[in-house]
């Protein structure tokens, strides 16, 4: 935090003293506006690409969210389980499916549970329990295991896999989380 406040002084001053040697040149102007042009553009258009996901951007010199997947959470904040729940609440919908009369839906989250609970509303139940559960909700990250059950939705940003929802009814599983390379 000390440092950053100097640092930034400094670039200041660099970027001062290469405007100033650049109008000297007739040409480096345009040449220096057009590289600056393109180095904000291409940040923005992969940003767009992964809207409403721009936190978890890495640049191409790092090999993007495709090569940061194996190295970094990208979705530590589960904002994906948010898309996740109202997506999954519209192929209810389409499926034509109601809770079953005697209970809420049992949906078992690999994730923050807050966003679900508040956006599937009160007809279901959040729960890190598996077993007897009705859906199962991951996150994309590397705690959170796969199942071989149906995938109701899956959200996916760049080719990389945010979150997915299962459909877990009259399966038995005995935790939602793995170890990397199990």
Not at 163 to 172: E, F, K, P, Q, T
């Amino acid at each position: 935090m000390f440092v950053l406040p100097p640092l930034a002084i400094l670039g200041g001053f660099a970027a001062a003293w290469l405007v100033d040697a650049m109008r000297r040149i007739s040409f480096m102007p345009i040449a220096a506006g057009i590289v600056f042009a393109l180095g904000l553009a291409l940040p923005a258009i992969e940003m767009e690409r992964l809207h409403p996901y721009e936190y978890t951007y890495f640049n191409w010199l790092s090999g993007g969210v495709n090569r940061a997947r194996d190295r970094y959470m990208l979705d530590y904040w589960g904002l994906s389980l948010k898309q996740a729940s109202e997506t999954l609440l519209a192929r209810l919908v389409d499926r034509r499916e109601s809770k079953p009369s005697s209970r809420r839906w049992r949906i078992a989250v690999c994730g923050p549970h807050r966003s679900p609970q508040v956006e599937l509303g009160p007809d279901f139940e959040t729960t890190w329990d598996p077993n007897g559960a009705d859906f199962a909700m991951m996150l994309g990250e590397f705690y959170c295991r796969k199942f071989d059950a149906p995938l109701l939705v899956e959200v996916m940003r760049a080719g990389v896999i945010y979150a997915r929802v299962y459909d877990i009814r009259g399966r038995s599983y005995e935790t939602l989380l793995t170890l990397r390379g199990l």
